[in-house]
Each structure stands twice: as C-alpha cells, then as structure tokens.
C-alpha cells in the first residue's frame, strides 16, 4: 500500500476507534475498565494527531471519502456497545487493534527515505502502543466462554495474532 494512502487511512480509523472507544468506555460498569478504556481512547486521538503532522510534513491532506466513511463506522460502533454486551466490544477490539500494529509496521517500512523518515521513531513507538492496545484487550476477553467459537471463527484470540510483534507485558 502506497504512504499516503497508508497514513490518510489510518488518519480517519484512528478516529473511528476513538468513537468506538468512547460507546465502549461509556458502556462498562467497572469503574476501572472505563479509565483503562478512556486512556486508550486519547492514545487514538494522540495517533491521529501524529498522523495529521506526518501528513503535513508530505504536504497531503485527509480523504474526504475515509473521513466520512470512518466517522460513521465509529459512531456505528459506539451506540451499538451499548447493546452488544461486553465481550463482543472487548474481542473486536483487540482483534483490531491486532491488525492497526501492522499498519504502523508497514507505514515505518514505507516512511523510510521520505519527508517523514524523522518519525520513524514515533511510527514505531505507536505500534508498539497498538499492541498494547490488543494485549490489553485479549487478558480481557482471555477466559470468557465464547472465545473458543470467536477464536475459530475470526482467527484472533489466545495463541492468534494477525502481527508478529511479540507480546509486551
């Protein structure tokens, strides 16, 4: 995938899962899981912010297109944590935040030699936080009765992984 469109991308969904973000913190009752869940929702907001420099930085602005799209998906997926349960919200969650890890990996690999070869520090300490992102997520969901059946139907859960960054405790 080109940078551009890698980073315009990610730009509009970090948006979406900072929505998300906020229907799920929003709709947990452990007073805990809800701060847990609002601090990953402003490392969203702090990635788009990083986002939207290394686009200046390339002189390119945001897709129209994404920005609609990922807002409505986003606002989708914050209503509906209020009527899916906790499981779901918390397992598709980290499964996505599984796959965000190796955006940022390829982004790293792409923005080598660019305008943006100076962040590629900052490109990979948000890989490393998307991962977190998923860690986080997983330990939830580790032990509850329907992972099995998500684990086999979506490929993601204990011992399934879509990125092969290794675990960070």
Known sequence: MELNKLIRLAYSAERAAAFAYQGHAGSVSNVVEKEEIKKIEDEEWEHRNNLLRFMN??????SIWYEIKFYIIGKIICFS?????????MYFAGRLESNNVNEYILMGELATNTKINDELQCIEQMAIVEKQHEVY???KVANHKALPLFQKIFSWGVGYSYNKMSALE
């Open 81 to 89: 944590c209020y009527v899916i349960g906790w499981f779901m919200p």
């Open 57 to 62: 930085k390339l002189s390119i602005k945001p």
């Open 137 to 139: 997520f997983l330990n």
